[in-house]
Each structure stands twice: as C-alpha cells, then as structure tokens.
C-alpha cells in the first residue's frame, strides 16, 4: 500500500485507519501514537492528519517510487542495515542514544530498535518527505509485529541535515552514550548543483582550498564528506561511536583531513562492503567505524566487512606523510622526497567536438563529423590517457588546436595569423560558450588551461592518471613539434632527450613502483595527482639505479625503439637532480 508517496504494510495502515478513525485533533492522535509506539509529533499539523484519514480511507495500491539514484540516494537494504548494527554490538557499541542522519526509509532505525538493547532515544533527520513517512510507518510496523519490545522515544525530523542544530543535540544528550550511525548520499556537490537542488551546504570552502584550487577539481568534493565531517566535530567530544558507509574517498579524505583537524576520534576502521552486492552500483564503499571522545588516531586500518577477522593493511599518516599502505611503506620512505622536476597536467579546454581532431587522408575531422580545413601553425599531435599504454609514444592518433601558450594570453592574434583557424573556431562559437566551468570567465576567446612554456618542450615522459598501472611513457615530438597530452595526463617537460630516457630509467625502476603502490589509491577518481607524483625523489632513485643498469637500460630501449641515447650526460643529469641543500653541504665538506 502506499500513503503519501511512501511505502506502508497492510499491517500499519489497518492498525492506524482504525486507530484514528474517531480523532479529530492531531494533537491526540500525536499523544495516542507517542504512548504505542515512541514516536513524537508523528504528524505536524492538522491538515496533514486530516489528509492521512482521507488518504487511508480510499484504496491506495503501491505505485512506481521515484528514482532518486541521481541524487546520489543508496538506501541500505534491511539485511544490511541488520548486518551493520549486529557487527557494531560484536564491537561492544551499545547505545544509549542513535542519530541518523539523512535517515530514509529507516532500516538502520529499525535495526536499532531491534539489536541496541540499552536504547533510550532514537533521533532521525531526512529532507525527503515521503522518506519520513515511510520512515515512521515502518516503525509502527516493527512494533506491532514485536510486542513487549522496548520502546525508546523517537524523534523523525523533516528537516534539511545542513540546517540541523546537532550542537543542541550534543548538549542535550550530554553523558549519554550514542552512536551516530547511517548512509549519507553519495554524490558531490557539484553533481547536486548541476541538478539544482537545495539540499546542498552553504556555499564555503571547507576545506580551504586557494586560488585556482578552490573553483576547480579539488573544490568539489562528497556530500558525504561534508556531512561526516560535520557530525565528527559535533560530537567527537561525545563518548560513543560513527558508523557511517560511504565511498572510500571519503574515508580517506576523512583520514587526510584528521592531520590538520585533530578531531578526537580514535580507532578508525574501514570495512569494504559489496556495493554491487548491496545496492547495485558500481562504486568502491565502506563501513567507516571509529570511537568517539578518544586520543585522535591518524591512521586507519582496513578489513573485508564479510571476513573481518583479517587485518588487510593500515594506511594514512606517517609522520608528514600520507601513504596507502603503512607497512609497505616504511621499507620504501627513503625515495619519498621532492621531485627536482614540476609535474604538470595536460591541456584543458571542455570542448571536444571542436578542438579534438582525427586525421582522414589528409584532412581533419572534428567530432561533429566536420571536415575541417586549418593553417598547421596552431595543430598538435594529442595524447589522451589512453595512448600511453606503451613504454614510447612515437605517433598521436589524434590532434588538436593550441590557441594560447599560456594561460590568459590575448587571443586575438589568431584571426591575423592564422584566418582559416580563426574562422573555423568562431563559426563554433557557441560550444566554447556553453563550457560550465567558471574558469573560462572572463578571459579571451577559445582560451585554454593546462598550458605554458612547459607544454612546447619537445621531449616529455608522462603517466595517465586514470588507469592504475604503474608504468611511465616517453612522448617523442611528431614532425618536428611537440606532442600536447590532455588533462588526465601528468608529464615533465625536456629540452634534452637524453635527461627524458634517463627519466623514464629511473620512473619505471621496481623501487618506484613500490613506492607508488604504498601512498597511491587504487579505488580513487586519479591513481595519480600532481600532489603524489611530486613525492617521487629522482635523486633518491638514481641512487639505486645506478650508472651501470641505467646504461643497460637505456641500451634496451636504444635497440627496442631506434633510438640512439648515450649516458655521456648523466652527470650532468645527476648535478640537476640533486636536492640544493645537499650541493650546498658538499661545498663545506
């Protein structure tokens, strides 16, 4: 049956039809439903109660529920929900106050009234209304098929969860001992946005990104997030504890976080979940366990929630360090240092279909099927992440054009220079007015991010970082210009081919795999950020390379690829590499 939009069982809706039938204030019918079944204020207002007792009077048969999987809305099923709150006791949690927030349905409710014996007050949060009733519904349900179960006072709140005083909460419930348990939406902020909807945080950035930072990819983030961390600083001085499932970035993120917020939470867990199994969707998920009011911890261990008597491995801080992998780490440390060379992402631009070109006997063709005739000037070979499977990148399978060679330049030029370009990318005006990012605002006609001196070098060795394969390219230019590579792609940038090979040497050694399986993520968005790469310490490495087996291996790659690379500038190479306080020290020995 269905009521309000929302799911009720037969047994709930004959209990309350009849139940109500002779009420005529909602007031009464709130005290009579408070008395059976613990549930304050189960309807707001009188119209709302009159509305019920229409509504329960018609036959209702269930009807299709919305999909609201786009709002990154997950409801955990009522196996897992029991799962959860039965491992939680195996834990020693036995709460005397449950929060959930962004509650649903409710099956974490129910399975906390069914597993949390020492359960006083139960308090609930959801923003969507038909999930409220439903909420409150299956609680009536669960009670009348449960009699003489123990019912504690319940609190269902139609209320946006970035709205809610949980600081009143805390206050209120201060010496209790509660858990803080449920399934945020997994979504991002930037997803929610582009769907307009409200329930959204104030605009802030929370995590104090700067600058370019701030408006682009690292200034989005989870929704889940958000809300973790909010519920942490509420009650990180409350003794009980969080069990929250979310993505594993979030975890991580969490755990990133916990350097500079030294939230006290300790024991942080992490237990992988089947979210195929669970939920039926392809994203990598976990139960994040942690105590309360406790010494704050900023490392986290990882198990399988299925078989969690296996510690799989630790991962988060050590020292100054963020690693994945604690232990495989502290064998590998030495060569996490400061890359001499910057690492620099691809180009950007958001407009595919007009500056991605393929060749087709001779002429190009953009991604409207266009035949496209341009002036060579401003065309480029184009790497995507894709194409740096091999270890040498000798020809691009597609083009692109390069307007600018750094960020802001005029644009201008191009309409005197090169006219046939000009003409092709004004007549496509308006796809390079429809890119959303705010980055573009202001600034010239067809301008591009990603670019600069760096992007012109002829030679560069790159990674993807997208795919989780720990293997570097080297980028040789395409008729006499260099190859570009687009923004899921890292590279540095040479003048010399050789200071590129014995790059390449030293980035595809064993030792740098190691250390790049111990602080990267597999299960994140980017295997590899600008961020992780630059920790690669070159110096270090060449330490362990030494001239001997670079030479074998720059004479492998000399007969594999037809290339003719001496180690006469290795040397030289060696003085670039090394760190400045190290060439200072030697200078007093």
């Not at 709460?95 to 906390?112: D, L, Q, R």
């Not at 502290?330 to 991605?356: A, L």
Request: aromatic residues 14%; charged residues 25%.
């Amino acid at each position: 049956m269905n009521i309000f939009g929302a799911n009720i069982s037969y047994r709930a809706l004959t209990y309350l039809s009849d139940r109500l039938k002779t009420m005529l204030m909602f007031e009464n019918a709130n005290d009579d439903i408070y008395q059976t079944f613990g549930i304050f204020d189960f309807f707001e207002n009188q119209v709302e109660f009159s509305e019920f007792k229409e509504a329960v009077s018609a036959s209702n048969d269930i009807v299709a529920e919305q999909d609201r999987t786009e709002y990154g809305d997950f409801q955990t099923n009522s196996n897992l929900a029991n799962e959860v709150t039965l491992f939680l006791k195996t834990r020693g949690v036995s709460p005397e106050v449950v929060i959930e927030p962004t509650c649903g349905k409710g099956n974490f409710i129910i399975a906390s009234l069914k597993n949390f014996n020492c359960l006083q007050t139960v308090l609930g949060i959801e923003i969507y209304k038909p999930y409220v009733w439903e909420c409150k519904f299956s609680i009536v349900d669960y009670f009348l098929s449960s009699p003489g179960a123990s019912i504690p006072d319940i609190y269902i709140y139609h209320f946006n969860v970035f709205d809610f005083d949980f600081d009143e909460v805390k206050n209120k419930y201060c010496g209790k001992n509660c858990l803080v348990i449920g399934n945020p939406p997994w979504v991002t902020n930037s997803q929610l946005g582009s769907l307009n909807s409200n329930n959204l945080p104030k605009k802030i950035n929370f995590k104090k990104h700067s600058g370019m930072d701030a408006i682009t990819g690292k200034g989005n983030f989870d929704i889940a997030e958000y809300i973790t961390e909010m519920l942490i600083k509420s009650f990180d001085e409350t003794t009980g504890h969080v069990a929250l499932l979310v993505k594993n970035s979030v975890i991580k993120n969490i755990v990133y976080e916990q350097k500079r917020n030294k939230h006290r939470i300790g024991k942080l867990e992490k237990y992988s979940i089947d979210s195929k199994r669970e939920f039926n969707v392809s994203v990598e998920a976990s139960l994040f366990f942690s105590t309360l009011n406790s010494k704050s911890d900023f490392s986290c261990e990882e198990f399988d929630f299925y078989n969690n008597s296996r510690l799989i491995k630790r991962f988060g801080w050590v020292a100054d360090k963020f690693v994945s992998d604690i232990e495989s780490y502290v064998n590998i440390e030495d060569y996490d240092g400061r890359s001499p060379f910057v690492w620099r992402q691809g180009i950007k631009h958001d407009c595919t279909k007009i500056m991605e070109l393929d060749k087709q006997n001779g002429h190009f063709l953009n991604k409207l099927n266009e035949e496209v005739e341009l002036e060579n000037g401003l065309v480029y070979g184009f790497l995507k992440s894709s194409d740096l499977k091999n270890t040498i990148a000798q020809q691009s399978r597609k083009f692109t054009i390069v307007t600018q060679t750094k960020i802001g330049q005029e644009t201008a030029y191009i309409k005197r220079d090169y006219p046939k370009t000009y003409d092709y990318l004004l007549s496509h005006k308006s796809f390079f007015d429809a890119r959303k990012s705010s980055i573009y605002n202001n600034k010239p006609l067809f301008s591009i991010f990603g670019v600069g001196d760096y992007s012109f070098l002829p030679y560069k060795v790159a990674i993807s970082g997208l795919y989780k394969t720990f293997h570097f390219t080297l980028v040789l230019p395409q008729e006499n210009k260099p190859v570009m590579l687009d923004d899921t792609c890292y590279f540095i940038g040479f003048e010399k081919i050789e200071f590129a090979v014995y790059t390449l040497v030293l980035l595809n050694s064993s030792i740098t795999i190691k250390l790049l399986e111990s602080i990267t993520f597999p299960d994140a968005k980017r295997t590899f950020t600008k961020d992780t790469l630059m920790r690669i310490d070159l110096f270090k490495l060449s330490q362990y390379v030494d001239f001997e087996e670079a030479d074998r291996c720059v004479e492998g790659l000399n007969r594999t690829y037809g290339l003719s690379v001496s180690m006469s500038l290795w040397s030289d190479y060696l003085k670039v590499i090394k760190p400045l306080e190290q060439t200072q020290l030697q200078l007093f020995e």
